[in-house]
């Protein structure tokens, strides 16, 4: 090694080149690599939505939902089969283990959901879903010409916004199109002898297009058609139709045609009319540079079209926002590490050197996660941040023995001190370093949403970690050997290492003391443990609320957005209240509909508070008044309130029962029982459940006169099917306008008088359908849900501020009480098992990463004895982990636990430094004591700088209000209490230990 050393000194100069190339490389890659807010995390799971508009939610789990089910069961084994299927569709969801190759999966899939034969008419998508799979940009677009804003939006700017490079998809809420009702006059139809099928014939026999062949002309053949078509409303109105009993009949003489606008959903902010456009990029996009790119697009429509516009989610703003406190923060980090350094040096070159690792690992990191295709996001740059105190202990070390030894021999061979200073503490510096890597490995290995968002934040730490021990061997020297002049000389005896001295011999000499003392910390730790409030990642504060209003389903459209409207002007009342976006209606958005089934009766509406707003309060204050106020129209209305959840992983304070059987009716007897339970509960709170909403269904049976009078199930099915719903022409284009035009009776079906009461022709004359059939009404859910293949229902809720642990136990205790139906089984899940795996698989990963910490540890010393020293020294992490986190008031969460897991490496560090010594010492002849002595005293400063280095590098994170900081701050906190009691103990109890155990170490 020594060689290795001597060649580095003498190329000098090619060291300095490579770090200006390093910088440079560095630079060019900060502004050219990706920026998001979070990693994106693409979830193993495919979400297959089926439409199939105008059918019953018993039609299609019968024909679509249970089939597409049997098919993908019978692919791949899953992790969980959900369905929820409605009248008009089903969204289904499989979900699998991280690892599994989901394109290969989805085409396997694909491929044999169309072997299946679906019926005609239906429509399939797939879509994957990933923690960025929510709009980086939200926008309202407000105009007192609202049909001629739709149209420009429709006719220019989502063409435009499609074209953006890196926007995957947009969605348009709020806009109508222009449609065709034909009313048809029931008596005159009768009277013709037609029905709406007859008429449907005789429309579409009036647009067509018919190949007739080919025509020889002088330059070649020509294609000639016959074609019919419709040219304008005057055309359509003279549309023959075929009658047998009215010859020469017309469209005008049995309907009338009305021009109306066709909206699935309405859109307002602020109570003003608006379009809401969602903006989706792909996976591969930098967020800040799609969203300034859909801004750009958006002023330039402006130039041409007056709108208002009024933006709700600019992630790209976000992603900017958390990158420049993050910034901020790590460099206040550095800045105090910097101060610390020259505290104890006390020479402003030796400082400058110690630090210079700092901006180089960070730039090396950025180069290194830009080539592997990493994003500098809130985890990477976390990693980054928390390791700025650590980055720089290799570099201290080493040039702290440079230092020492020019200090301490300044007449000696620069070259030769050099060389001495650095192998002296090579050994220590590098298996220090290692042991510190090593405890990422474990998590490589880690499953689920843990796994994943925190490995990108392990790799940013062991690049800049191992990056800095190549700086600390390769130009630390280097930069010694061109800025140290001739150095006074110094005493090792400081006011720090006197002060250690006595301390340490009163240790040494009250050994049972320490013993104690380190045994009642142990005590502590246990106390902590069970104190302190656990949970599974912190989520970021937001200073808006969503509303979400449920109607019952028998509700229209129009009754919805009048109740919406309702509520709307209460929360405008409100001072607090800076704004109110409402959405109505059904949402084509795979997004929205996992996350709550959409339809005419449900209303969303997101609600803006300003800073200053007490969240809480408001809240209460709604959750007292808002449900009154829409169950006064409504009783059987439910209305929730949540804070609005901001973007990134899951914060795992919901909880969620899901029952499951054969039978329907008894499902929703138990779901009764315990959603009745669950409202009773203090400590939950927003509880709804998949069967609240529901609504009647009609079974009809043919009597035996039917049956006589030759009446089959097809004529009632086309017959009766044609009153109570309309049917659906497609697109007309009258005069270049694009009409949806539709065809329905004039007279609507209400009520089961009504029903029965449909004139049915039959061949021995008119009949009504109650002398032919019978009706059987029962109540039905709305949306038939599946877990696993079984019926299913599922019961969701939030804990009101109780630990969510402690939550669902309770919870489960109570639903073991509840007499349920036999055949109905149930699950308690939701944010305690995420939490509870978490726990497991990092508790797993530390267990690991003490394993692999010590064959490290094996390997540097040789034998078992120091390593077991050494590695006592974790014992006392938990002490100072959940004791900071404990009196900083937060919870016990994966970021703490990925706290206490960096501790093993990082405490670690310090007693191999101090270890190292004393056996160097031994091997010199010194007896233990001695040994002990004079390596602790020799090593104190190295050991106080490196922590303090740490500790004072993560106060600003620690201390960080901000977003970007929600997760790194609990590991912040978590570090720096396991830092600081484990340095202490490291200094007094390591000692005693070794002195006590080393006498059975050979040397």
């Not at 030759?710 to 009766?720: A, E, F, M, R, T």
Request: with cysteine; proline share 3%; glycine share 8%.
């Amino acid at each position: 090694m020594n060689s290795l050393w001597r060649f580095i000194l003498r190329n000098r100069s090619s060291v300095i080149m490579l770090t200006l190339a390093l910088v440079v490389s560095g630079v060019l890659s900060a502004f050219g690599i990706q920026q998001e807010k979070y990693p994106n995390v693409e979830m193993p799971a495919l979400v297959i939505q089926v439409k199939h508009l105008n059918h019953s939610a018993e039609e299609i789990e019968r024909d679509i939902t249970m089939p597409v089910e049997s098919t993908i069961g019978n692919l791949q084994p899953y992790d969980a089969l959900t369905s929820q299927t409605s009248a008009g569709g089903v969204i289904i969801q499989a979900s699998y283990e991280f690892g599994t190759d989901m394109n290969k999966l989805e085409q396997e899939v694909e491929s044999a959901v169309a072997k299946l034969g679906l019926p005609e008419g239906a429509s399939v998508a797939y879509k994957r879903i990933s923690t960025d799979a929510r709009p980086v940009y939200q926008v309202a677009l407000a105009s007192a010409d609202a049909a001629g804003l739709q149209q420009q939006i429709t006719a220019s700017l989502l063409p435009e916004l499609g074209r953006v490079d890196g926007v995957s998809s947009v969605d348009a809420s709020g806009l109508s199109e222009r449609q065709l009702v034909i009313s048809v006059d029931e008596a005159k139809a009768a009277a013709s002898g037609i029905i709406l099928s007859d008429i449907s014939t005789g429309l579409k026999q009036s647009e067509y297009i018919l190949p007739l062949g080919t025509l020889a002309e002088q330059n070649g053949k020509a294609v000639v058609n016959l074609e019919g078509r419709v040219a304008d409303l005057a055309a359509l109105q003279n549309t023959p139709l075929p009658s047998k009993t009215t010859p020469g009949l017309r469209l005008r003489d049995i309907a009338t045609i009305t021009e109306t606008e066709l909206a699935a959903n309405i859109a307002r902010y602020n109570g003003q009319p608006a379009v809401l456009l969602d903006v989706y990029k792909t996976q591969d996009s930098n967020t800040a540079e799609v969203v300034d790119q859909v801004k750009e697009q958006l002023e330039a429509f402006h130039s041409t079209v007056s709108f208002e516009s009024n933006t709700i989610v600019d992630q790209g703003a976000d992603v900017t926002e958390s990158v420049q406190s993050l910034l901020h923060e790590g460099a206040f980090g550095a800045l105090f590490t910097i101060v610390v350094i020259l505290l104890f040096l006390r020479n402003i070159r030796a400082t400058l050197i110690a630090v210079i690792s700092l901006p180089l690992s960070i730039m090396g990191t950025i180069i290194v996660l830009d080539s592997m295709g990493y994003s500098l996001n809130i985890m990477t740059m976390g990693g980054m941040a928390v390791a700025v105190g650590r980055i720089v202990d290799d570099s201290i070390v080493v040039i702290e023995n440079i230092f020492r030894w020019l200090r301490k021999e300044p007449d000696k061979s620069r070259t030769e001190i050099l060389v001495h200073a650095v192998k002296e503490v090579a050994g220590a510096v590098t298996a220090s370093t290692v042991a510190t890597v090593v405890v990422f490995v474990p998590l490589a290995f880690v499953k689920g949403i843990v796994g994943e968002f925190f490995r990108p934040f392990s790799l940013a730490v062991v690049v800049s970690i191992l990056l800095s021990l190549l700086i600390a061997f390769v130009l630390i020297p280097v930069l010694a050997a061109l800025l140290f002049k001739k150095l006074p000389e110094h005493s090792e005896s400081t006011r720090l290492s006197k002060g250690y001295t006595r301390l340490l011999q009163q240790a040494v000499a009250h050994k049972a003391m320490v013993l104690l003392v380190a045994l009642a910390m142990l005590a502590g730790s246990v106390f902590f443990a069970s104190s302190i409030s656990k949970s599974f990642l912190p989520s970021e504060a937001s200073q808006a609320l969503k509303i979400r209003l449920d109607l019952p389903v028998t509700a229209s459209l129009e009754q919805t957005d009048a109740m919406a409207r309702i509520v709307e002007e209460q929360l405008t009342k409100m001072e607090q209240v800076e704004y109110v976006q409402a959405f109505v209606g059904s949402s084509g958005n795979v997004q929205r509909l996992q996350q709550n089934k959409t339809g005419d009766y449900t209303a969303e509406l997101q609600v803006g508070l300003s800073s200053e707003s007490e969240m809480q309060s408001i809240r209460e204050e709604l959750e007292q008044s808002l449900p009154a106020l829409v169950q006064t129209g409504y009783p059987a209305a439910s209305v929730t309130i949540d804070e609005l959840v901001k973007d990134g992983p899951p914060s795992g304070s919901n909880v969620e029962v899901i029952l499951s059987g054969e039978s329907m009716t008894d499902l929703l007897a138990a779901s009764a029982q315990a959603y009745d339970m669950m409202e009773q509960k203090s400590d939950l709170k927003n509880q709804s459940t998949s069967a609240a909403q529901l609504q009647n269904e009609y079974t009809l049976t043919l009597k035996d006169t039917a049956r006589q009078k030759g009446v089959s199930p097809g004529l009632i099915y086309q017959q009766v099917k044609d009153r109570l719903q309309p049917v659906s022409i497609g697109i007309l284009n009258l005069e270049d306008q694009h009409y949806q035009t539709t065809l329905r009776y004039n007279q609507d079906v209400a009520g089961a008088e009504a029903l029965m009461g449909i004139k049915v022709a039959t061949a021995s004359g008119p009949a009504l359908l109650g002398d032919l059939a019978e009706a059987e009404v029962i109540e039905v859910p709305a949306t038939i849900q599946h877990q696993n293949g079984k019926l299913a229902v599922k019961l969701t809720a939030m804990s009101s501020g109780e630990e969510i642990g402690t939550v669902t136990k309770e919870l489960k205790g109570d639903m073991a009480a509840l007499s349920l139906p036999d055949g109905v089984s149930w699950e308690v899940g939701g944010g305690q098992k995420l939490m509870q795996d978490g726990f497991k698989d990092l508790g797993t990963a530390m267990l690991l990463a003490v394993v692999l910490v010590f064959i490290v540890l094996f390997i540097t010393f040789g034998g078992c004895i120091t390593p077991v020293v050494i590695l006592s020294s974790l014992l006392f992490v938990p002490f100072g982990s959940l004791g900071a986190l404990y009196l900083a008031g937060e919870s016990l969460s994966m970021s703490g636990m990925i706290g206490m897991l960096m501790l093993i490496g990082i405490v670690v560090t310090n007693a191999v430094v101090m270890l190292e010594r004393i056996e160097t010492n031994r091997r010199s002849g010194m007896a233990i004591t001695e040994a002990v002595m004079e390596a602790c005293v020799v090593r104190v400063r190295p050991i106080v700088m490196t922590a303090l280095a740490t500790v004072c590098a993560l106060i600003p994170l620690a201390l960080s209000q901000s977003g970007s900081g929600v997760i790194s701050k609990g590991l912040a906190i978590s570090v720096i209490g396991g830092l600081s009691t484990s340095t202490l103990l490291t200094l007094v109890f390591i000692p005693v230990v070794y002195s006590l155990l080393g006498k059975w170490r050979r040397l």
